[in-house]
C-alpha cells in the first residue's frame, strides 16, 4: 500500500496525473471516501494524465451513472453512489466491455461488494483537513 497527501484541489489533480502512468486498458480502478473527499477531482486528474484534453469535461456522474471521456486511453467514470443493486447494475451498465478498450474509475466502489473484477485498484480518501486529502493506493487481488 501507498499513501499520498494533498493539500490543494491543484496537488489531487497532479496526484491522479502521476498515479494515471500506473493504469492502463483493462483497468479498474475503485474509489473510496466520503461525500466532498475528492474522488471526481482524482478522476479528473487520471482522466488528464491519461491524455483528456478538455479537463472541464470531467464532472460526477452520478445521475448518468457511467460517462465517458476521450483519451488516449479510454477512460469510463462510473458512480455507484444512487444504485439500490450495484453489483447487478455493474453488469447492466456494460463494465466488461468497458474494461476491453479503457480505464474504469469508480466512484463509492464499495456499494460493489464482490462485484468489482480482480485483480483492481482500490483507492482509500480520507478528509484530513479542509482542503488536505490522504490516498491510499493499493492492489485488490
Known amino acids: 500500500m501507498e499513501t499520498f497527501e494533498t493539500h490543494s484541489l491543484t496537488e489531487t489533480y497532479?496526484?491522479?496525473?502521476?498515479?494515471?502512468?500506473r493504469f492502463g486498458a483493462g483497468d479498474c480502478v475503485a474509489l473510496v471516501g466520503a461525500l466532498g473527499a475528492g474522488k471526481t477531482a482524482l478522476v479528473r486528474g487520471v482522466a488528464l494524465g491519461l491524455g483528456?484534453?478538455?479537463?472541464?469535461?470531467?464532472?460526477?456522474?452520478?445521475?448518468?451513472?457511467?460517462?465517458?471521456?476521450p483519451a488516449d486511453v479510454p477512460v469510463y467514470h462510473l458512480d455507484l453512489y444512487r444504485l439500490a443493486d450495484a453489483p447487478t447494475e455493474l453488469e447492466t451498465l456494460g463494465l466488461d466491455e468497458m474494461l476491453?478498450?479503457?480505464?474504469?474509475?469508480?466512484?463509492?466502489a464499495d456499494r460493489?461488494?464482490?462485484a468489482l473484477p480482480r485483480p483492481h485498484w482500490r483507492i482509500d480518501i480520507e478528509i484530513t483537513g479542509r482542503r488536505s486529502r490522504r490516498f491510499r493506493?493499493?492492489?485488490?487481488?
Open 14 to 21: 497532479a496526484l491522479g496525473r502521476e498515479l494515471a502512468g
Open 52 to 69: 483528456l484534453r478538455d479537463e472541464r469535461m470531467v464532472s460526477s456522474p452520478t445521475f448518468v451513472l457511467a460517462q465517458e471521456y
Open 100 to 108: 476491453s478498450d479503457g480505464v474504469a474509475l469508480v466512484e463509492w
Open 112 to 114: 460493489a461488494g464482490a
Open 137 to 141: 493506493l493499493s492492489r485488490v487481488d
